[in-house]
């Protein structure tokens, strides 16, 4: 048993290693008093990113990345990524005013450079369970249309990967399906989602989510317009 401590905003940490020939579960106390405990779950460890990269495609920006586990053990993958990327503005400030006298001086600080991060939102999975080989080639990330603002300048994007188990994929697919294929008469049906938590203190209560234990790898990717 180990137990996490509280870094607030509903943030928890411990520091251990877990045993990848044990299986674990997370058991929950609320604050009102409730109880809810995770299916034991395998330690999947995510083999790394082989490579990150980008192709031009009629002036999108399409970025893919390729991995393996040549131990053929993971087979489903999950990815999310941060995103950061420089933009200037439309128009350069040459001058500044002083308030205090009146006066319009030359800036010495440049102030037309600027900033913004992004974290993805949607749901990106990948599977190699129908192939012979534990292989996932050009899995598609994230796509920048033709002009976007994001890589007028400076693009870099940190994509993670997790390895899954079976069910915590098809737990994935389904939310995925519920959230993100829906719209048309020929997406999937609405489902409800469940996962492997469950309320100790009220077995009626539906509990949203699903628990996972492993590790992550990561990958940086710069594109320079």
């Given at each position: ?20 020939a044990n299986k674990y579960r997370l058991h929950i106390h609320t604050s009102d008093n409730k109880e809810y405990l995770s299916d034991f779950v395998p330690v999947k460890i995510a083999p790394p990113i082989d490579n990150l990269d ?172």
């Amino acid at each position: 048993t180990y137990p996490l401590n509280d870094n607030g905003l509903g943030n928890y940490s411990g520091y251990y290693s877990l045993n990848t020939a044990n299986k674990y579960r997370l058991h929950i106390h609320t604050s009102d008093n409730k109880e809810y405990l995770s299916d034991f779950v395998p330690v999947k460890i995510a083999p790394p990113i082989d490579n990150l990269d980008w192709k031009l495609n009629n002036g999108n920006v399409n970025i893919f990345l390729n991995t393996h586990d040549p131990n053929n053990s993971t087979r489903f993958y999950r990815w999310q990524y941060e995103e950061t990327w420089e933009f200037h503005s439309q128009y350069y400030s040459y001058y500044q005013y002083n308030p205090v006298d009146s006066t319009v001086t030359s800036r010495t600080v440049p102030v037309f450079v600027c900033y913004r991060s992004d974290n993805s939102t949607a749901i990106i999975l990948g599977s190699s369970a129908k192939l012979q080989q534990d292989i996932i080639h050009e899995a598609p990330v994230a796509a920048i249309p033709n002009h976007d603002r994001k890589i007028s300048v400076l693009y870099s994007i940190l994509v993670t990967q997790y390895a899954l188990d079976s069910a915590g994929y098809n737990y994935w697919s389904a939310m995925k399906n519920n959230t993100e294929n829906v719209g048309s008469i020929f997406d999937s049906q609405p489902n409800q989602t469940v996962g492997n938590i469950h309320c100790l203190s009220d077995s009626t209560e539906t509990v949203i989510g699903y628990v996972g234990a492993g590790t992550s790898s990561q990958s940086r990717l710069f594109i320079a317009n």
